[in-house]
């Protein structure tokens, strides 16, 4: 309750009693106006007071609720803007935590993979390991490279070579020279990994195959930019 609530009930009370005062002076006869005291009591100046014990209490208790209900809407106005800011942390944090955990997985994925496949070359045969011939079967090229080329990306090693020479380690591309089992041009640049180039698919295999993994990192990563542009 206001102080102006105060002094107004206070006022009330008072013109009340003056009130009453003037009935009981009418009955008795009495022609006397009010007294000053009361008219001082009526004014705006009444204070708390002035007003009767029971009635102070009562004013005092409704001052107090008042006080109490404003405390406790700040307090939930202050606890909201905690909540509030404590959530959009948290968020922050698990975003960042989903983050690194997506980096850690894709990184472990990584050497996963590089670690399998330096395997698989590992458990391969080298093209000196193989016998030379004075010529070989598309079945013997085919069983050559199976020993040399990882056992995961053989079918994209195999592809490839279907499309450029069907397997015909001879095999001389008319108009442009290319040469051999990958249609090297020129296949000269076999000579890197042996002198034997033009009659030896194991030569031709190795080279095919570094030149897969250096170019586009892998015979299937090769066979995938071969199917989009038809060459490699």
């Avoid at 009693?17 to 009418?26: F, R």
């Avoid at 053989?154 to 397997?167: A, G, L």
């Avoid at 442009?176 to 640049?189: E, H, I, N, R």
């Amino acid at each position: 309750m206001s102080r102006i609530s105060v002094r107004g009930f206070a006022v009330a009370s008072a013109t009340a009693v003056t009130a009453v005062g003037s009935v009981v002076g009418v009955a008795s006869g009495s022609t006397a106006q009010p007294s000053n005291d009361a008219e001082a009591t009526a004014s705006d100046s009444t204070l708390l007071a002035d007003i009767p014990t029971g009635q102070q209490a009562q004013v005092q208790t409704a001052s107090l609720t008042q006080q109490a209900d404003a405390q406790a809407i700040a307090a939930d106005a202050s606890a909201k803007k905690d909540a509030e800011a404590a959530a959009r942390k948290q968020a922050a944090d698990d975003a960042i935590a989903k983050q690194k955990a997506a980096e850690k997985a894709e990184q472990e994925a990584k050497e996963r993979k590089a670690a399998q496949e330096a395997a698989s070359r590992s458990a391969t045969r080298d093209a000196s390991s193989f016998s030379v011939k004075s010529s070989y079967t598309t079945a013997q090229i085919q069983a050559m490279a199976r020993q040399m080329v990882p056992s995961g990306q053989f079918q994209c090693f195999s592809n490839i070579v279907d499309h450029e020479s069907s397997w015909n380690y001879k095999a001389v591309n008319a108009s442009s020279g290319a040469y051999g089992l990958f249609q090297a041009l020129p296949g000269s640049k076999m000579s890197s990994v042996g002198s034997d180039w033009q009659t030896n698919p194991a030569t031709q295999i190795k080279w095919g195959l570094n030149y897969m993994n250096s170019r586009y990192g892998s015979p299937c990563e090769a066979w995938s930019f071969w199917q989009a542009n038809s060459w490699y």
